[in-house]
Every structure is written in C-alpha cells, then in structure tokens.
C-alpha cells in the first residue's frame, strides 16, 4: 500500500529566532510509519523539521509552517493515488498577522530578531483546518482518511465533544483520541474512533498501525 503520514508540530515565526509551536516530537508518528515500512509498504512520511524520524528507509518531504504543510499535501494528493493519509501532524490553529512593539508593526518572520526590552502584542489569525480538506486534495479514488486528536485532561464527555466537533463537518474514515495527561505519565493509551463510536483501545503505537493497517485494507 501506499501511504502518507503527516508528523510532529508546525512552528509559525515570529522573527528570525522565536516562533509560536506546540509540543508534538512525532515520536508515535515515526514508530507508525516503521511498522508499514517493516509491512512492505510505501511510505511518504511528511515531517516538521527537528521531529523524530522513523529508523527505516521511507520517502520524505520536511514542513516549517501551517502554510508549508498545507501545500505540501496539495502537491502529494493531487499527482498521486494513496490507499490512505494518517495525519498526525499537530498544526497550528493560529498564524501570526502582525507584531506590534511600541507603536511599531512588524511583520511575521522578520528577518532580523526583534527587541526583547518592550512588551509585544501579537495578532493571530485562524487557520483552517486542513484535515477537512485533504480528500479534495486527493485524486480518486480517495485515500482512507485517519486523524489524530490530542486532548489535555479532558473528561469522557469532552472528549467524545471534541471528536463530535471533528468529525462532523469533514470526511474522515476513523479518528484516534489520547489525552495529554497520559502521555506526561507515561502510559500511553489510543482510542480508535469511527464516528464517535469507540472501536478499540491500544497501549502502543505499534498495536495501534497493525489495527490502521487491517482497516486500510478491507478498504481498499
């Protein structure tokens, strides 16, 4: 099979040296991607730079920020058929509009490194949420489309919400859920989803894309 795995965190710049990101490495991302390597299947793995990489051979394409990852998957999606996309990558729900440091704007990704003596307001503005276009970026027919989402101390009920969220509005096949608390202590726990509808619960990520593998396959 042919797959796309996106990983690790976007960073959005602020100057030459500060930038706005988030706490993803793409550690489960790479283990994931090795084990359909170790299956025999082709894997373009999609990485922010300085993430962790997987230790089998793979094809790769590195992204900076929300804007380098989306067009990216354009470029991927739209000239070749995957049997399926696993989106891991965490990206930012917000880019940087302007900087503003005593009376003075700045634009996102100044050359230079701004000054550190004043108080700085930023203006962010959202994104969209790629996840909801990635099968239109996709040639026919469309890839099986698995998305992450990471929660942080969430109750059972917020989870399921922020699922419901995700998933209502865009065509995604299956989601899988952890939380953020979990991964600080240590035990990692997945929640396969289909709709909001729990499937199956994993401890590795290993267990996890060998279940992701069989699904792609009935449904190809």
Avoid: C
């Amino acid at each position: 099979m042919k797959i796309l795995i996106t990983a690790g965190g976007t960073r959005e710049p602020i100057d030459g040296v500060r930038f706005i990101t988030n706490f993803s490495t793409g550690a489960t991302a790479a283990q994931i991607a090795d084990y359909f390597t170790h299956r025999g299947d082709q894997v373009t793995y999609v990485h922010a730079q300085g993430s962790i990489r997987p230790l089998l051979p793979y094809r790769s394409r590195s992204f900076v920020t929300f804007s380098d990852l989306n067009e990216t998957l354009i470029q991927f999606l739209s000239v070749e058929h995957f049997d399926a996309v696993i989106h891991m990558a965490a990206v930012s729900d917000y880019s940087i509009k302007a900087i503003e440091i005593e009376g003075k704007t700045y634009t996102p990704n100044y050359s230079g490194k701004l000054p550190s003596q004043s108080e700085v307001t930023l203006k962010l503005e959202p994104n969209f949420k790629i996840v909801d276009r990635i099968k239109s970026y996709a040639l026919k027919p469309r890839p099986v489309l698995i998305a992450f989402k990471l929660t942080n101390s969430a109750s059972k009920d917020e989870r399921l919400e922020r699922i419901r969220t995700l998933t209502q509005n865009t065509d995604i096949d299956y989601v899988v859920h952890n939380d953020l608390q979990d991964r600080l202590a240590e035990r990692p726990i997945f929640t396969l989803y289909r709709g909001t509808k729990p499937l199956s619960k994993f401890e590795s990520p290993v267990a996890l894309a060998a279940e992701l593998a069989q699904l792609i396959e009935e449904k190809k």
